[in-house]
């Protein structure tokens, strides 16, 4: 939050202890109007989870066959990746408009976006221009559905009061690492390492997930939170 240190750290603390909603997925790609998901892992994908057009993806969850057929990944051997004009990455945001209105989250959606993100921001790489649209026809209502398991849509790490019984049906564990850029730090100091559930594990029970704590030791300005 550029000029709004205050309310950034109020928000994540919040969101840390339970006491507001923040949730966000990780994100996608996108073609045209088509939005691609993390396919279930138990839906023939083996130990890696393929993405795959969310109409593919809402007839799984319907119980309907799936065809298991695994494509080739381009993102395996490549360096960098560019988007044609009619594609890019999407992601799903669950925010309390109480706490941040979607005016503000837009903003600074914005100024991340001047930003950049991942590597090679400094040679202008990861720039990009957000848009906000409307969910298609139906993906609402698969997100808000019900059922006797449930796939997460991004990195996932239980919370302290996660039923003993959640119950991981097909998973698949990633070590989150890397570094934090902050203009309060005189260098780039690395983040704890965590162990999380990758995109499309499925639980028995519907995951609370919870924001850990990665600050890096002996950094005392602010906290450094991920989810």
């Given at each position: 939050f550029m000029g709004q240190e205050d309310r950034a750290h109020a928000l994540l603390d919040a969101a840390a202890a339970g006491k507001t909603q923040l949730r966000l997925s990780s994100a996608f790609p996108f073609c045209g109007e088509v939005l691609y998901l993390p396919a279930p892992l138990t839906a023939g994908t083996g130990s890696e989870s393929e993405l795959v057009p969310w109409s593919r993806?809402?007839?799984?969850?319907?119980?309907?066959?799936?065809?298991s057929?695994?494509?080739?990944?381009?993102?395996?051997?490549?360096?960098?990746?560019?988007?044609a004009p009619d594609a890019g990455l999407y992601f799903l945001a669950d925010v309390d408009e109480k706490v941040l209105p979607r005016r503000a989250f837009e903003q600074?959606?914005?100024?991340?976006?001047?930003?950049?993100?991942?590597?090679?921001?400094?040679?202008?790489?990861?720039?990009?221009?957000?848009?906000t649209s409307?969910?298609?026809?139906?993906?609402?209502?698969?997100?808000?559905?019900?059922?006797?398991?449930?796939?997460?849509?991004?990195?996932?790490?239980?919370?302290?009061?996660?039923?003993?019984?959640?119950?991981?049906?097909?998973y698949k564990l990633v070590l989150r690492e890397g570094r934090i850029a902050s203009s309060s730090a005189e260098e780039s100091l690395p983040r704890k390492t965590t162990s999380m559930f990758a995109e499309g594990s499925v639980f028995r029970t519907r995951p609370q997930g919870a924001w850990l704590d990665v600050t890096p030791a002996g950094f005392d300005a602010h906290r450094v939170w991920r989810s």
């Open positions: 993806f809402a007839a799984w969850a319907r119980g309907e066959p799936s065809d057929r695994r494509p080739a990944d381009p993102e395996a051997f490549a360096r960098e990746l560019h988007f600074e959606l914005a100024v991340l976006g001047r930003e950049g993100i991942g590597g090679g921001r400094s040679a202008g790489a990861g720039a990009f221009e957000p848009e409307k969910l298609p026809e139906g993906f609402s209502e698969l997100l808000a559905g019900t059922g006797d398991a449930w796939v997460t849509l991004s990195l996932f790490h239980p919370g302290p009061d996660v039923p003993t019984d959640l119950g991981p049906l097909a």
